[in-house]
């Protein structure tokens, strides 16, 4: 039997809700049909939500009181 772990309960949601974003993913060649400009587009794209990620999950870990305390 294998458990399911889940993030913690600071753990930020997803900025891009598919509500709001609705592009399915096999639309996106037919979109951007180059497949150099799709490659780079998707590396560009790939560093920006990884710098937005990056910085909300460190955001989220700061405001937990276990985690502000200091150092001995």
């Known amino acids: 039997m294998s458990e399911e772990k889940s993030k913690l309960e600071w753990w930020p949601?997803?900025?891009?809700?598919?509500?709001?974003?609705?592009?399915?993913?096999d639309r996106y060649a037919e979109i951007v049909p180059d497949p150099k400009?799709?490659?780079?587009?998707s590396g560009m794209l790939g560093r920006e939500f990884?710098?937005?990620?990056?910085?909300?999950?460190?955001?989220?870990?700061?405001?937990?009181?276990?985690?502000?305390?200091?150092?001995?």
Do not use: D, G
């Not at 400009?37 to 587009?41: D, F, G, H, I, S």
């Open 13 to 25: 949601t997803c900025p891009y809700p598919k509500e709001i974003f609705p592009l399915e993913r």
């Open 50 to 72: 990884w710098e937005i990620a990056s910085e909300t999950i460190w955001e989220r870990y700061c405001e937990q009181p276990e985690n502000l305390k200091e150092e001995p």
């Open 37 to 41: 400009v799709r490659t780079a587009l």
